[in-house]
């Protein structure tokens, strides 16, 4: 190909007289990441599946068609651009008002495509609980007087007092929950959303955009988890011992 996967874009941004800072708004990518993209400074970019999605969404603001720049990005890539499920459009641009609602769709699907695969390794990897040994029974000469009421109600009420997280979204967001017995969610939430689980113990998230959601862990706020658009993998709340939080 005569151009680079940079130089093609430039040129036709150029050519439909669009700044760089108005696809930035129009897809939400971080302007640095536009500036890596029209350098050719693959180094700059996040993964090949979030870097490719970057690409579907500065095609679709230009108004053609992802296949010609991403056949750029795999000539420039080589081997380390590594394939992820093609997302189309399911209706063209009309208008460059209806523009960046329909590209940051977009990208939050890629987004979600990708960290797919990594919701489905975790599934396994559920925390450990683990069981206290049974004490040794006392011997037969000796009466065991029976708890007291109090004594087991409380044992009750401890055992059932599951850990209870809520999540509100300001922003389309992308979230995966998983619980210690097992159980995922899998969704992409809609600016205005509220969602809540439960869990005997603790949760497990990955989030694709951390600042479009706030958390609240049994009845408490949360700490603001991170910028639009980070992403946050293998978050664990409460957090363990050792483990950092955002």
């Given at each position: ?7 093609y ?5 150029l050519v439909r007289?669009v700044?760089?800072?108005e696809?930035?708004r129009?897809?939400?990518?971080s302007?640095r ?5 029209e350098?050719d ?28 720049a ?8 080589g081997?380390s651009a590594v394939e992820a ?7 063209s641009f009309e208008s460059r008002?209806r523009g960046p ?5 977009a990208?939050?699907i ?9 919701t ?7 925390p450990?609980?683990?069981v206290p ?5 006392p ?5 065991v007087?029976?708890p ?5 109600n ?6 059932a007092?599951p850990a209870?997280?809520v999540a509100?979204t ?5 979230i995966s929950?998983?619980t210690?017995d097992g159980?995922?969610?899998?969704e992409?939430?809609p600016a205005?959303?509220t969602?809540?689980?439960t869990s ?10 951390a600042?479009?959601v ?19 993998r293998q978050?664990?709340i409460?957090a363990?011992p050792?483990i950092?939080t955002?």
């Amino acid at each position: 190909m005569a151009q680079s996967l940079g130089a093609y874009f430039r040129e036709l941004r150029l050519v439909r007289g669009v700044s760089l800072d108005e696809v930035a708004r129009a897809t939400r990518v971080s302007q640095r990441y536009l500036e890596a993209l029209e350098a050719d400074r693959l180094d700059d970019l996040p993964a090949p599946v979030f870097t490719k999605g970057f690409i579907r969404a500065y095609a679709q603001v230009l108004r053609e068609p992802p296949d010609e720049a991403l056949a750029r990005y795999r000539e420039l890539a080589g081997d380390s651009a590594v394939e992820a499920p093609p997302v189309t459009a399911t209706r063209s641009f009309e208008s460059r008002g209806r523009g960046p609602a329909l590209v940051s769709l977009a990208l939050l699907i890629g987004l979600g495509a990708g960290l797919f695969g990594l919701t489905l390794s975790l599934k396994n990897r559920t925390p450990k609980i683990s069981v206290p040994a049974q004490p040794s029974p006392p011997p037969a000469q000796a009466p065991v007087a029976p708890p007291s009421p109090s004594a087991e109600n409380a044992v009750n009420v401890v055992e059932a007092s599951p850990a209870r997280l809520v999540a509100r979204t300001n922003e389309p967001t992308w979230i995966s929950v998983q619980t210690d017995d097992g159980r995922i969610v899998q969704e992409l939430l809609p600016a205005g959303a509220t969602r809540e689980w439960t869990s005997p113990k603790r949760f497990l998230l990955t989030i694709g955009n951390a600042g479009g959601v706030s958390l609240e862990l049994n009845g408490r706020p949360l700490p603001p988890l991170g910028a639009r658009g980070a992403v946050i993998r293998q978050l664990v709340i409460p957090a363990e011992p050792g483990i950092p939080t955002p």
